[in-house]
């Protein structure tokens, strides 16, 4: 199970070409991890890229994905050094929000680093 | 053992660290209904009693006075100092139906700033929260079963983070999960104390006491 999930992650790592995609991702695990220790058993988030988070194979409820969201924007805060907001640009959309996986999200995060350096945000 | 936690805001993130916490004493945990502290303070003793209930509020909610000082409003001391007794007199009902009752002291965000720099003079918020403080835990002192918890502690063990104005809009909870998971140890420690379970370790230095200076 573990050799499947490093495989997953560090193909993940490839196609998405960057270093900061990792760290990104890495950031994101350390927040499902805080996350889990409230969880219980049967509802823990796995730590990889396919994780679903919310919808259709979700197990997080509307609390866990709370908690979910403000611990990693913490982490995030801290990694990036500016105030970042997940809630933003839809987050929820059944088709294109953020939060369908960890996957998503991680991209989310890259591409809201990328905004910043670029003087969007 | 059970026990129950009774709160005017979201406290089933403290519920969910205390029921996966597998240190000892284990615990069973229930929240009575959100926002409803008064009705369950209230509740009469009934067979299938709690042994333990964690009494954790907000200072502008369960003190209606103290919520229009937030709000401005001149600060009516004598009416607030009332409330935090009429609030007291409630627990002090309360206290037949478990073994303990832990309620934890009354904390401010850090942005809410109150009076700035006359917050601790005649009228200011922080010097009338202390005067709350105060007299909730003179009114408690000799109680027996209850026991008031230094909330303020927690909240500076988390630091800058430990409120979230994003959490009380997503999930009626003022603060970040890592305050509820500090007050689950300190929860769990106060009902080992209570049970007597704690132990006391004494390293004592008895050279030339014992064996003349020497180990042998």
């Known amino acids: 199970m573990e050799q499947i999930r490093f495989a997953e992650e560090a193909k993940v790592s490839s196609t998405n070409g960057g270093s900061s995609f990792d760290e990104a991702l890495k950031i994101i695990y350390q927040s499902i991890s805080d996350l889990n220790e409230q969880l219980p058993g049967d509802r823990q988030i796995e730590r990889s890229p396919s994780s679903v988070l919310f919808g259709d194979g979700g197990k997080l409820d509307s609390l866990g994905l709370s908690n979910l969201i403000v611990i990693t924007e913490q982490r995030l805060q801290d990694w990036l050094g500016f105030t970042v907001d997940l809630t933003e640009d839809d987050p929820f959309s059944p088709g294109a929000g953020h939060f369908r996986t960890v996957r998503s999200l991680t991209a989310y995060v890259c591409e809201l680093a990328k905004r910043r350096s670029a003087g969007a945000l | ?216």
Not at chain 2, 29 to 41: E, I, K, M, R
Not at chain 2, 67 to 88: F, G, I, M, Y
Request: proline residues 5%; contains cysteine; aromatic residues 10%.
């Open chain 2, 1 to 216: 053992m059970n026990l129950q936690l009774i709160s005017d805001f979201n406290l089933e993130t403290l519920q969910q660290y205390l029921l996966k916490d597998s240190s000892s004493p284990q615990l069973s945990v229930t929240c009575a209904p959100f926002g409803q502290v008064f009705p369950a303070l209230l509740e009469p003793v009934t067979a299938d009693r709690s042994d333990f209930a964690l009494i954790w509020t907000s200072p502008d909610k369960i003190i209606p006075a103290f919520a229009a000082a937030l709000e401005q409003a001149p600060v009516d001391e004598t009416r607030v100092l009332t409330e935090v007794r009429n609030l007291v007199d409630c627990l002090l009902n309360a206290k037949e139906r478990f073994r303990a009752m832990f309620i934890v002291s009354w904390t401010l965000p850090p942005y809410q700033r109150g009076n700035g720099l006359l917050s601790l003079r005649q009228q200011g918020l922080g010097k009338l929260l202390l005067k709350m403080n105060l007299t909730l835990a003179e009114a408690l002192e000799g109680s027996g079963n209850i026991y008031l918890l230094d909330g303020q502690r927690w909240v500076e063990a988390v630091g800058k983070n430990a409120y979230s104005p994003k959490m009380w809009y997503l999930a009626k909870s003022p603060f970040h999960a890592d305050v509820f998971r500090y007050a689950t140890g300190e929860v769990k420690a106060a009902v080992s104390a209570v049970l007597g379970a704690t132990k006391k370790l004494l390293v004592v230095d008895l050279d030339n006491t014992l064996w003349g200076g020497r180990c042998r």
